[in-house]
């Protein structure tokens, strides 16, 4: 029955968001302001990376406007991958990660039922027993953790909003009351509440796991009161292990959308409305949060809010409405640095979290279409706004992009796994230090079915059933092979086989850049293999006993992949144990792959052996 009620409360305050978000605006088309009640209810549970902005009617007629957007970027460290791997006692182990920071954004699925858990709900109810999950509530999250952890996952971000007692429908000014399983109670968490996020910093402990807590505050503009609610969560959080950021993030209560004077809506919190510049009634809320836990003796490094990444509107500084710094709208890393910049804290100790979803630069969800603006591609885009946040902030700040993905509803052409794996390539380049993917699972069983939903990585129910993009995810987390030489086979020798591998019968580089659907990570090589052809790597330097992932992009197939392993000393290992083979199935265009494997307790080289079966197969950008 209490399943029930949450149940239907989360229904209930979507459509309630929804009408009362819309209604205002009276917007023709799709765009944002459509698009922003369904984040309202998802992004306020963990779900929708669309943010929602806010225009006065003065403006409708101008630009029909405006705002918001989407996603961001991230972080920064060393180049190098090797470097990037965080510190262990077991960094001897021969292999790399691609970046430090390997997150998911989470909301806990009630395994078997058709909707849940909500963020707060789960504190809420942490001792509980759960007769739809078998176990208590506690339980049920360390079982999800650990299937996290085996796909390479090193951290979550968790959002917990403030919110009120019981459920109230009525999302309207004043009150705006938001729904208690959401979040922690405003201005005063319960004891039940702080004890039990305490209670998850430790199970995050025990896993290995850190987090990314993201506080969405709607009451910005009471500094008062935030003091009371940041600071009873604050130390309960600050000494604890699992703890990596928190990020001061939310909305002002309530909002004058239509330049009367008067709030006649409820502000949603997600992403800090930074995009008003780092004065407005937003930014001096960040400014103040960020004093307020420093003086409590949390380290600069650990305290953030959340720069929106991409959205070309209001990155270009146009005249904006309310209490905007200096009447125009800014790129919110651009105000993130500003307000370090007036606490004095040093470059190296700053934190900048990207919302970095890709989508297209004239997505007519951010840019008005009176606005100029020449469209890019997704990838086009990301690469050129990650290059405006190294301009803003440049070097000695960690990035890292605590929501990252593809952009809800996804873009025609541009699938989630495109996004990410995009978004991989340009972080690698621009030193941004990992991310955190949107996200574990939907929240609802019916947005398994929308394909206009960000695909995640577990589908809704009891099992763990992944969809296929999790194989970006675990290339994008997992201990990669050192040594795999020109695994996209750009690079060829005199007779334009492939340096770096060995390849049988006729097997040969093939041009395909240029192609529909090219992707420009990819290159403009890739290697092709006739039926029964091989490729192999040289032999690579393996750890015993260690997971690896391998991860590939193959069309045509199907695919044989074999590791071959090696004793330390040359002799082949003990029949039985020389070799994994995996099989990759038939794909009719390029698609990612990835396998894990652990070596045997002998094996110290190891080659990787790619066959074709009976057909053609195409291989590229193997790591
Ligand atoms: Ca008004
Ligand atoms: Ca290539």
Request: aromatic share 10%; proline share 7%.
């Amino acid at each position: 029955m209490a399943a029930l009620l949450v149940r239907s409360r989360s229904r209930a305050f979507a459509r309630l968001v929804t009408s009362h978000v819309v209604m205002p605006v009276e917007r023709t088309r799709a765009n944002w302001r459509e698009c922003s009640p369904i984040f309202a209810m998802q992004k306020v549970v963990g779900s929708s990376p669309i943010i929602r902005s806010e225009i006065p009617a003065k403006w409708r007629s101008l630009g029909r406007l405006v705002l918001l957007a989407v996603v961001q970027m991230l972080l920064h460290v060393t180049a190098g991958a090797k470097a990037s791997a965080p510190p262990s006692t077991r960094s001897v182990r021969v292999g790399h990660y691609l970046f430090a920071t390997r997150g998911l954004d989470v909301q806990f699925e009630r395994r078997g039922w058709s909707s849940g858990y909500n963020p707060g709900e789960v504190l809420q109810k942490w001792n509980e027993f759960d007769n739809v999950v078998g176990s208590t509530v506690e339980a049920e999250v360390a079982r999800q953790l650990d299937h996290m952890k085996a796909l390479g996952v090193n951290e979550i971000w968790y959002p917990l909003p403030s919110s009120d007692e019981g459920y109230d429908p009525n999302f309207v000014p004043p009150a705006c009351p938001m729904p208690e399983v959401l979040g922690l109670r405003w201005p005063q968490p319960t004891p039940t509440e702080l004890t039990s996020l305490g209670a998850f910093f430790d199970l995050l402990e025990r896993k290995g796991v850190k987090v990314i807590l993201e506080l969405q505050n709607n009451h910005m503009e009471d500094q008062t009161d935030s003091a009371r609610w940041l600071g009873a969560i604050l130390d309960v959080v600050k000494d604890k292990p699992a703890l990596d950021l928190v990020q001061f993030d939310g909305n002002l209560h309530t909002l004058d959308l239509n330049g009367d004077g008067i709030d006649e809506t409820c502000g949603v919190p997600s992403e800090a409305p930074l995009w008003l510049g780092a004065t407005s009634r937003a930014g001096s809320y960040v400014r103040f949060a960020i004093a307020l836990a420093l003086a409590k003796g949390l380290p600069a490094q650990k305290l953030s809010a959340e720069s929106i990444v991409g959205n070309y509107f209001t990155d270009s500084h146009p005249v904006a409405y309310g209490d905007a710094t200096d009447g125009h709208f800014w790129a919110p890393v651009e105000s993130m640095k500003a307000i370090f910049d007036s606490l004095g804290v040093p470059p190296g100790q700053r934190t900048y979290a990207l919302s970095f979803y890709e989508h297209r630069k004239c997505n007519p969800a951010i840019v008005p279409s009176s606005y100029p603006c020449v469209d890019a591609d997704p990838q086009s885009w990301a690469e050129e706004s990650l290059r405006r946040v190294r301009d803003v902030v440049v070097v000695g700040p960690r990035l890292v992009a605590t929501e990252m993905g593809g952009w809800t509803p996804v873009e025609g052409g541009w699938p989630t796994a495109d996004a990410v794996e995009g978004l991989v390539s340009v972080f690698q380049r621009y030193h941004v230090n990992g991310g955190a993917f949107w996200r574990w699972t939907n929240f609802n069983n019916s947005e398994d079915g929308d394909p206009s939903v960000a695909t995640p990585v577990k589908r809704r129910g009891a099992a763990y059933t992944y969809n296929a993009i999790v194989s970006a995810i675990r290339d994008m987390d997992g201990f990669h092979l050192d040594g795999i030489v020109n695994g996209s086979f750009e690079d060829a020798n005199g007779t334009g086989r492939p340096t770096g591998w060995s390849v049988t019968g006729r097997a040969t580089r093939l041009k395909v850049s240029g192609e529909p659907g090219a992707r420009s990570w990819r290159g403009s090589y890739v290697l092709r293999l006739g039926p029964e052809e091989t490729a192999a790597t040289r032999l690579l330097r393996v750890s015993p006993r260690t997971t690896y992932t391998l991860a590939f992009d193959r069309r045509g197939g199907p695919a044989s992949v074999s590791v071959r392993y090696m004793a330390c000393r040359g002799a082949r290992l003990a029949r039985g144990r020389r070799a994994v083979v995996f099989k990759a199935p038939r794909a009719p265009s390029f698609a990612r792959f990835a396998v894990t494997f652990a070596t045997p307790s002998q094996a110290c080289l190891a080659r990787v052996v790619f066959a074709a079966k009976r057909t053609s197969l195409e291989l590229d950008y193997v790591r």
